[in-house]
T-cell receptor
Framework: SQQGEEDPQALSIQEGENATMNCSYKTSINNLQWYRQNSGRGLVHLILIRSNEREKHSGRLRVTLDTSKKSSSLLITASRAADTASYFC?????????????FGEGTQLTVNP | DGGITQSPKYLFRKEGQNVTLSCEQNLNHDAMYWYRQDPGQGLRLIYYSQIVNDFQKGDIAEGYSVSREKKESFPLTVTSAQKNPTAFYLCASSMRGDQPQHFGDGTRLSIL
């Protein structure tokens, strides 16, 4: 079963606007990661936030994590047409020495020029 | 450039046929993973390997098999027992510990 659920499933905005995507999960986690996927391509890692962290920034990306609510959000500021892609959250429950991730179903973001 | 290479990009399977998808990485990563992605959905884990000569089943391993004879390579065989193999298959690798995964560009498998 999927650990993470993204909300909304689809989001359409104009260039320059901010985009916010949310992710909820069910069990305790070691870390939560956000990935981006362009159509027909592999996933690209965006940001990793550990369970003892509340907020992380990377360029125009801001991720928050609320472990009490079992939720995370990804904010993309000043969006560009090139940000059009699917965005996935993935949770790592720390069960293996590697990184066994459980992915949500994603948010399809469309940024209109 | 370091990265993960998946081949072929497109693959067609006939009824009753086994097919093998290739995944090679030169990132010196210990762990490798295979995922299946169906249209409009997230990724589901098929198999993963944390070290050479060892691998574990993921959430949807039935009808699939893997081997890990070399650190760089983690091929996936889709057997005839997998009745609905049409999907996009993604391979990934990572360092040990709290590290992100690096993905290949996928193989799209269809039924003839």
């Amino acid at each position: 079963s999927q650990q993470g659920e993204e909300d909304p499933q689809a989001l359409s905005i104009q260039e320059g606007e901010n985009a916010t995507m949310n992710c909820s999960y069910k069990t305790s986690i070691n870390n939560l990661q956000w990935y981006r996927q362009n159509s027909g391509r592999g996933l690209v890692h965006l940001i990793l936030i550990r369970s003892n962290e509340r907020e992380k920034h990377s360029g125009r990306l801001r991720v928050t994590l609320d472990t009490s609510k079992k939720s995370s959000s990804l904010l993309i500021t000043a969006s560009r047409a090139a940000d059009t892609a699917s965005y996935f959250c993935a949770t790592d429950r720390g069960e293996t020495s590697g990184s066994r991730l459980t992915f949500g179903e994603g948010t399809q973001l469309t940024v209109n020029p | 450039d370091g990265g993960i290479t998946q081949s072929p990009k497109y693959l067609f399977r006939k009824e009753g046929q086994n097919v093998t998808l290739s995944c090679e990485q030169n990132l010196n990563h210990d762990a490798m993973y295979w995922y299946r992605q169906d249209p409009g959905q997230g990724l589901r884990l098929i198999y993963y390997s944390q070290i050479v000569n060892d691998f574990q089943k993921g959430d949807i391993a039935e009808g699939y098999s893997v081997s890990r004879e070399k650190k760089e390579s983690f091929p996936l065989t889709v057997t005839s027992a997998q009745k609905n193999p049409t999907a996009f298959y993604l391979c990934a690798s990572s360092m040990r510990g709290d590290q992100p995964q690096h993905f290949g560009d996928g193989t799209r498998l269809s039924i003839l």
